[in-house]
């Protein structure tokens, strides 16, 4: 199956700074790489979403790029606010066709952000 | 916000005991995913219902099992509950035809004592 991985486990900021979460996965069948924030006590939310056939996206100021080749993904955030405090979660999915729908999760980034 | 409900919101449970979550969600959906997640852990796939059948499962014994309804609003039932089994519960509904995006439920807080 496939296993997505990481890091880091938590991130320390100071407001106005930029933000990087770094994920890999290992099935080269994954096609689709979904971000996902969490805020304490609720429920996962879609953030920005990123699929194979594309290098980069942008939506404000956050950013998610694809390296097909090596396998990783990264979410960027640029000037961080407060309100961007939360668990950032990347997943990956093989998407389409019978297997819609099956997300393999990392294990989360904790994000502060200081005032 | 996502058009995904679940209920109950929170649960307490004894070892041993059996337990039926329910899930919601909009017309359109006709993909649901559910999901374990334990405390501090990523969400971990349980298994998807696709047209009211399973269409695949992750790594979860047999005591997990589950039904989806023509109301778009499904179950997960877990048998013979263990103390590891306590975790949120999140389903998660997908239309397919807008491509692969998952929209959550707000999830059921289970606890097994």
């Known amino acids: 199956g496939e296993n997505v991985e990481q890091h880091p486990s938590t991130l320390s900021v100071q407001e106005g700074d930029s933000a990087v979460i770094k994920c890999t996965y290992s099935?080269?069948?994954?096609?689709?790489f979904p971000w996902y924030k969490q805020e304490l006590g609720k429920r996962p939310q879609l953030i920005i979403d990123?699929?194979?056939?594309?290098g980069e996206k942008k939506d404000q100021r956050i950013a998610v790029t694809l390296n097909k080749t090596a396998k990783h993904f990264s979410l960027h955030i640029t000037e961080t606010q407060p309100e961007d405090s939360a668990v950032y979660f990347c997943?990956?999915?093989?998407?389409?066709?019978?297997?819609?729908?099956?997300?393999?999760f990392g294990r989360g980034t904790q994000l502060t952000v200081w005032p | 916000e996502t058009g995904v409900t679940q209920s109950p919101t929170h649960l307490i449970k004894t070892r041993g005991q059996q337990v039926t979550l329910r899930c919601s969600s909009q017309?359109?959906?006709?993909?649901v995913s559910w999901y374990q997640q334990a405390l501090g852990q990523g969400p971990q796939f349980i298994f998807q219902?696709?047209?009211?059948?399973?269409?695949g499962r992750g790594n979860f014994p047999p005591r997990f099992s589950g039904l989806q309804f023509p109301n778009y609003s499904s179950e997960l039932n877990v048998n013979a509950l263990e103390l590891d089994d306590s975790a949120l519960y999140l389903c998660?509904?997908?239309?397919?035809?807008?491509?692969?995006?998952?929209?959550f439920g707000p999830g059921t807080r289970l606890t097994v004592t």
């Open positions: 997943a990956a999915s093989k998407g389409g066709g019978s297997t819609l729908g099956r997300l393999y």
């Open positions: 099935d080269s069948a994954s096609n689709y």
């Open positions: 990123i699929r194979s056939n594309v």
């Open positions: 017309s359109g959906h006709n993909t």
């Open positions: 219902y696709y047209r009211e059948e399973e269409n």
């Open positions: 998660a509904g997908t239309s397919g035809r807008a491509g692969d995006e998952q929209y």
